[in-house]
């Protein structure tokens, strides 16, 4: 079990022509397994506001992590030094942006940072993972986010990769965390090198897949770059998992360059192996792909991505559709569960928000609670898939409750939009709680995209795609498995002839 990387560099994919840049607390560009790939033009200084991305040294080397997890990316091949990186080709680059005040400007302008340029953002940082914060991305980095998702990479969007956290210890959900939470990351969980999940990692419904990381003692860490000039094998945690999958994408979009944001997520989706992960809640969605709360929907392939990627077909532009809760407000009486359904007709009509196979899926939920923790949401789609938006949080004492949050599932991906959605929300606490708003936002295209795509001139429908072991089929030639309707027709097409051979005998 692997995640496949010598695939992809047997068939020449290597990052060449890639940028990335590790948003952190800055890269040591002089290393020496890093200088040959180092891009200044993907690096930036945001905490002292100058071009020289180089991390600040003390006694303890704290400003090690960004220098790190750009090892795990683009370390050079070949050269007898720490590591080679899983995109040793691509162009590295680093925005020194986490050793100061991490204000909302500074975090805009760092995912902001020459987005004509740069191709990847990866990120390993968020809110505290203590059990006990909800916080996200203020106005500023919002618009960061969606500046970079229609105007990145010449309109192709920015990819922005985000590790889902570290907070497992004290039962974190990465749903409570805005960064790894929102629909413009793409969200990575992680792994030991037995398939298992690690100590630190925080389960929920936002997550998209798994990439390798450190577990549990005696269990290998991350070999990687490390600060003056020397190299570590004990990088750890999410943090390191995020670099993985930010050097699998540079090896996907060497495959294909005109990749779209929400193109790399369905090769994700797609791709991913569930297989040897071992979860207690893997399920089938309702399309028969494999996910769970803990591993999104499996480990990253780079193998099968580059050979997705290279026949894919760019997916029509994103539909979005708002169905709000009529008359919303509602006591959750301690110990007691309140359930409520909604039904999506809103988004059947034929206008923009005419959203028919779904992507994203956010619950946007105002509720108040004495005490935030003791709080449980779940949502059930159409297709009976159920997603965990919200795991009870112990340590989570705040009486602030939840202000227009948005909880994001991937769990529904391909699924249809119509019909009637379930939301659940358990009480355990002491006394009673209070829903004042619930609206569903649905995201995805009014057109079935195939297992290589969207095809616009494809009979192809939800019901003739032969699904493989997570959910697709597709061939190294680009050929997609057609539909029974087809073969149909290839039959009947043959009956005169078969009619003619039996009267002639």
């Known amino acids: 079990m692997d995640h496949n990387v010598k695939e992809a560099w047997a068939l020449g994919y290597t990052g060449r022509g890639v940028v990335i840049t590790i948003l952190d607390d800055g890269l040591e560009r002089t290393h020496h397994d890093l200088a040959a790939n180092y891009d200044p033009d993907a690096s930036y200084d945001v905490n002292d506001r100058d071009e020289d991305p180089m991390p600040r040294y003390d006694y303890a080397d704290e400003n090690r992590h960004g220098t790190r997890c750009a090892g795990e990316v683009a370390a050079v091949f070949?050269?007898?030094?720490?590591?080679?990186?899983?995109?040793?080709?691509?162009?590295?680059?680093?925005?020194?942006?986490?050793?100061?005040?991490?204000?909302?400007?500074?975090?805009?302008?760092?995912?902001?940072?020459?987005?004509?340029?740069?191709?990847?953002?990866?990120?390993?940082?968020?809110?505290?993972?203590?059990?006990?914060?909800?916080?996200?991305?203020?106005?500023?980095?919002?618009?960061?986010?969606?500046?970079?998702?229609?105007?990145?990479?010449?309109?192709?969007?920015?990819?922005?990769?985000?590790?889902?956290?570290?907070?497992?210890?004290?039962?974190?959900?990465?749903?409570?965390?805005?960064?790894?939470?929102?629909?413009?990351?793409?969200?990575?969980?992680?792994?030991?090198?037995?398939?298992?999940?690690?100590?630190?990692?925080?389960?929920?419904?936002?997550?998209?897949?798994?990439?390798?990381?450190?577990?549990?003692?005696?269990?290998?860490?991350?070999?990687?770059?490390?600060?003056?000039?020397?190299?570590?094998?004990?990088?750890?945690?999410?943090?390191?998992?995020?670099?993985?999958?930010?050097?699998?994408?540079a090896l996907t979009l060497e495959a294909n360059q005109n990749l779209g944001w929400r193109d790399l997520q369905h090769i994700v989706v797609r791709t991913a192996k569930p297989v040897n992960l071992r979860a207690g809640d893997w399920r089938l969605n309702g399309i028969g792909r494999n996910v769970s709360h803990s591993f999104g929907y499996g480990l990253l392939d780079a193998g099968a991505m580059v050979r997705l990627a290279k026949v894919w077909r760019n997916v029509p532009k994103s539909k979005k559709c708002r169905a709000?809760?009529?008359?919303?407000?509602?006591?959750?009486?301690?110990?007691?569960?309140?359930?409520?359904?909604?039904?999506?007709?809103?988004?059947?009509?034929?206008?923009?928000?005419?959203?028919?196979?779904?992507?994203?899926?956010?619950?946007?939920?105002?509720?108040?609670?004495?005490?935030?923790?003791?709080?449980?949401?779940?949502?059930?789609?159409?297709?009976?898939?159920?997603?965990?938006?919200?795991?009870?949080?112990?340590?989570?004492?705040?009486?602030?409750?939840?202000?227009?949050?948005a909880f994001m599932t991937t769990h529904n991906w391909g699924e249809s939009a119509y019909g009637t959605w379930s939301l659940e929300i358990d009480n355990d606490g002491l006394d009673d709680a209070e829903l004042l708003k619930w609206e569903l936002v649905l995201y995805g295209t009014d057109v079935f995209i195939g297992p290589t795509g969207f095809e616009p001139s494809s009979a192809l429908s939800e019901r003739s795609v032969q699904t493989s072991h997570n959910g697709d089929s597709f061939t190294d030639s680009g050929v997609e498995q057609r539909s029974i309707?087809?073969?149909?027709?290839?039959?009947?097409?043959?009956?005169?002839?078969?009619?003619?051979?039996?009267?002639?005998?």
């Open 78 to 249: 070949n050269n007898s030094l720490c590591v080679v990186g899983i995109a040793f080709n691509a162009k590295i680059g680093g925005i020194r942006m986490l050793d100061g005040d991490v204000t909302d400007a500074v975090e805009a302008t760092s995912l902001s940072h020459n987005s004509q340029h740069i191709d990847i953002y990866s990120a390993s940082w968020g809110p505290d993972d203590d059990g006990r914060t909800v916080d996200g991305p203020a106005t500023l980095t919002k618009n960061a986010f969606e500046r970079g998702i229609t105007e990145g990479r010449q309109g192709k969007g920015s990819i922005f990769i985000w590790a889902s956290g570290n907070g497992g210890k004290d039962a974190d959900s990465c749903n409570c965390d805005g960064y790894t939470n929102s629909i413009h990351t793409l969200s990575i969980s992680s792994a030991t090198e037995r398939g298992n999940i690690p100590w630190y990692s925080e389960a929920c419904s936002s997550t998209l897949a798994t990439a390798y990381s450190s577990g549990a003692s005696g269990e290998r860490m991350i070999v990687t770059t490390d600060l003056r000039d020397s190299c570590t094998k004990t990088h750890t945690g999410t943090s390191a998992s995020a670099p993985l999958a930010a050097g699998i994408a």
């Open 324 to 405: 709000i809760y009529p008359n919303p407000y509602k006591t959750i009486p301690r110990g007691n569960r309140l359930h409520l359904q909604l039904y999506t007709d809103v988004c059947a009509d034929k206008r923009d928000n005419h959203v028919k196979y779904l992507e994203h899926v956010q619950a946007i939920v105002t509720l108040s609670a004495p005490k935030r923790g003791d709080i449980q949401i779940y949502l059930t789609s159409p297709r009976g898939t159920r997603s965990t938006l919200l795991a009870k949080r112990q340590r989570d004492t705040s009486r602030t409750g939840f202000k227009d949050w």
């Open 485 to 505: 309707r087809w073969i149909l027709v290839f039959i009947a097409s043959l009956l005169p002839l078969l009619i003619g051979l039996l009267v002639l005998s």
